[in-house]
């Protein structure tokens, strides 16, 4: 009896993967900017002063949101690896490399406006402590990520050798988020995700939520389109991409290039078949 198929396992093949971030892609940008403008405005024209940082504090909605993507966006990239590792599917591998840099960004942001954020909180750009510490070695895995799978020339084994990297890499990012609580540090405590409810002014939660919404889909967008080029550029004499890289991809091409995907990534049996 023939299974029931999974309507977005269908995404697994570029081509249908390709016309999907086509449709998603163009919508994500206005959104983004929107949700941009409203926790600008927000966080520096309605939110209060902090009673303790004064002015100071307002660096936090670029902080938070990009400090919250990075750990995010690390998840994925493992989560991604982990599925190459396991079925071999080529977007899974597309997806992971789409991600790393945007998680690298995100990650150097956060360092840098928790540089600017604590020269007057602290008294210093840096401390060694537990949570800058463990943020500093995202960034590493981020990059040690995009370097080894750019080390080698076969695409197959950089991608897998680079997917170990990641997955062993996650254990960082519980890390990071639980460190404050872990060991002393001068980074301060949670604010937002309390049992007790926030710590902060509502107007501060709405300019944060907006911001990170704002970060979430700008990622979302930014990583779209840089896997479709991926995917292109993996298959450029095929049909597909060739329609695809002139704008004129239509629904029977999609089709045909799923069903070559699909022959592609069935499993051998005992016998070295399909």
Excluded at 83 to 91: A, D, E, G, Q, Y
Excluded at 120 to 125: R, S, V
Excluded at 195 to 211: E, F, I, Q, R, W
Excluded at 259 to 270: C, W
Aim: a positive charge.
């Amino acid at each position: 009896m023939k299974g029931r198929s999974i309507p977005w396992l269908k995404f697994t093949a570029p081509a249908s993967f390709y016309a999907l971030a086509q449709r998603l892609v163009p919508w994500l940008w206005p959104a983004a900017a929107l949700c941009a403008i409203a926790g600008l405005y927000m966080g520096f024209f309605v939110a209060p002063p902090d009673h303790q940082q004064g002015d100071a504090y307002r660096i936090l909605f670029i902080h938070v949101p990009t400090a919250w993507m990075g750990m995010l966006l690390y998840l994925l990239l493992a989560v991604y690896g982990a599925i190459f590792l396991v079925w071999r599917i080529k977007m899974a591998d597309i997806m992971a490399r789409a991600i790393a840099p945007t998680g690298a960004l995100m990650t150097f942001l956060s360092l840098w406006t928790g540089a600017l954020w604590g020269a007057p909180t602290w008294g210093t750009f840096w401390v060694w402590d537990a949570r800058l510490t463990s943020t500093l070695i995202l960034l590493f895995l981020f990059l040690g990520y995009m370097a080894l799978h750019a080390a080698s020339d076969d695409r197959e084994k950089g991608g897998r050798a680079a997917s170990l990297l990641a997955i062993v890499g996650a254990v960082n990012v519980p890390i990071i988020y639980f460190s404050v609580e872990w060991w002393y540090n001068l980074h301060q405590g949670v604010s937002v995700m309390r049992s007790d409810g926030p710590s902060m002014a509502d107007s501060m939660v709405a300019a944060l939520l907006l911001m990170i919404a704002a970060f979430w889909i700008y990622a979302g967008a930014v990583v779209l389109r840089r896997a479709q080029v991926e995917a292109l550029s993996r298959e450029p004499r095929t049909e597909w991409a060739q329609a695809a890289a002139v704008g004129r991809l239509t629904r029977d091409q999609r089709q045909r290039a799923a069903a070559d995907t699909a022959l592609d990534q069935q499993p051998l049996g005992p016998e070295g078949e399909a």
